[in-house]
């Protein structure tokens, strides 16, 4: 499976953007999604998950309320819809896919597919 991040721009404190992820090459709607993201000069971190089927989904704290993952397996991809956004969310953002178990959905090391990575810079 490839995936392919994309979306990423730069944006006003408080503004909205939606993060795509692309897949190709697999059976797609068999993985499940989630997507981190990595500061400069800090370590990656995770964002958001949603399971195979998209009937569940969670998400970090720092996250909780201003993102939703989605996902639309007839175009075999997964979006993150950020909103209410702040400078501490400036990151990489890249989406992964794997078979964790729904416990371990943020652990990174559970995913074996990535995407190349998209930059989302928020201004103040």
């Known amino acids: 499976v490839q995936l392919q991040a994309s979306g990423g721009g730069l944006v006003q404190e408080g503004g909205s953007l939606r993060l795509s992820c692309a897949a190709s090459?697999?059976?797609?709607?068999?993985?499940?999604v989630a997507w981190f993201r990595q500061a400069p000069g800090k370590e990656r971190e995770f964002a958001a998950y949603?399971?195979?089927?998209?009937?569940?989904?969670y998400y970090a704290d720092s996250v909780k309320g201003r993102f939703t993952i989605s996902r639309d397996s007839s175009k075999n991809a997964v979006y993150l819809h950020m909103t209410y956004l702040k400078p501490e969310d400036t990151a990489t953002y890249y989406c992964?896919?794997?078979?964790?178990?729904?416990?371990?959905?943020?652990?990174?090391?559970?995913?074996?597919?990535w995407g190349q990575g998209t930059l989302v810079t928020v201004s103040s």
């Open positions: 992964a896919a794997g078979r964790p178990i729904y416990s371990a959905g943020a652990d990174s090391s559970m995913y074996y597919y």
């Open positions: 090459g697999g059976t797609f709607s068999t993985y499940a």
């Open positions: 949603i399971s195979r089927s998209g009937s569940a989904t």
